[in-house]
């Protein structure tokens, strides 16, 4: 059998992000409700934040003009949440953390600077420069201009900010509803008897997971058999009851391996093998145009291709922009000669330097609880020790 060349992940991530159609709908909702969503709609401050210059300090409020060294009476007392009058000339203006400055006042004497005489004026100790510990209008967010942008994320803090600029709902793009179908004679729910042969299904929690993690609605269907009826019959039902669809398993060459073949005879492959370790035998599909990405069953592949390459291609149709997962150099603590696949070695970190852990099977979920991360290990090159490489924090690869 003649297979085709392995294709580097970068290209294939790319090739998949040009042709991906955007899949989703539009809704409005409450912001309580809009963590984790993907905005449908550009954000444009609605007004300055803050709205008007306050004190990032409790203290007295003062016309930076008015210090000569002299004593400034107290004219007004302003606590956070109330209006100010405008600053008598030649006063100060006992002021708390976060009010607004009164008309006429544009610096803070921090109250630890400035000294109470027995008549209840105030003599500055240290000299501020004007304009310090004021918190001037628009100095977090600009009226009018663009806070957020369509595709990106609602992050907590920028549920926040969009709570700041006093917005109470956000248009935002329904979730996208992906089957995970599962296949092999092996596997087994957990809850069942383990008879000779059998193992516990274990990729479909983790991926279920992952996909719910990252704002998905996972769609649970039955795992298939190794047969090509079965998995024919599993993709017809999967693709007409979901937005898109990840199997696990049975897309490498062998003859129990039927996923390739049934996604063949009923639709359109567009990629098929990529040249990384682990995760060679991943595949993207089309069946009457609900896409289908394919992930190699090994656990650890598993989670590595789903991490680099099906998410990002499901976020996409989700209508979310691309985000480069986030790549750190550091330096490797080993050597090894050049290979010719793109490795993505399970690594801890010590003292800055990589060592990689003992176990590098695909098959061995249990050391991505070690793990600090995977170390980006390029294709056809001799990896040096103290040479740096593009470290992967498990913790952004799980969880962004
Ligand atoms: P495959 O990609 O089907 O050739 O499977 C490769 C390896 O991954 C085999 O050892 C399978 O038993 C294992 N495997 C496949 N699917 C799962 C799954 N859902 N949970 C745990 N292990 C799996
Ligand atoms: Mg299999």
Redesign the pocket.
Known sequence: MSLPPLMPLEEARDALLVELPRLCDVESLPLDQCAGRILAEDIVAPINVPVAPNSSMDGYAVAFADLTGAELPVSQRIPAGHAAQPLEQGSAARIFTGAELPPGADTIVIQEDAEVTPSGAIRVLEMPTQGQWVRPAGMDLKQGETILTTGSRLTPPAVGVCASMGLTHAKVYKPLRVAVI???D??VEPGQPLAPGK??????QMIGTLLEQAGFEWLRVP?VEDDSRATVEALRHATALADAVLT?????V?EE?HVKAAIESLGTLSLWRIRMKPGK?FAAAEIDGTPIFSL????MSSLVTFSLLARPCLRHLQGEAYKAPVKIPVKAGFSRAAEKRDEYVRVALEDGVATVLKSQNS?VLSSALTADGLLHLPAFEEIKAGESYGFMPLSTLLYT
């Open positions: 599962a296949t092999g092996e596997l193992i516990y299904n274990s990729n479909v795992r696990i398993g049975g897309v490498s062998g391996d035998p190699p069953g090994n656990p098959g």
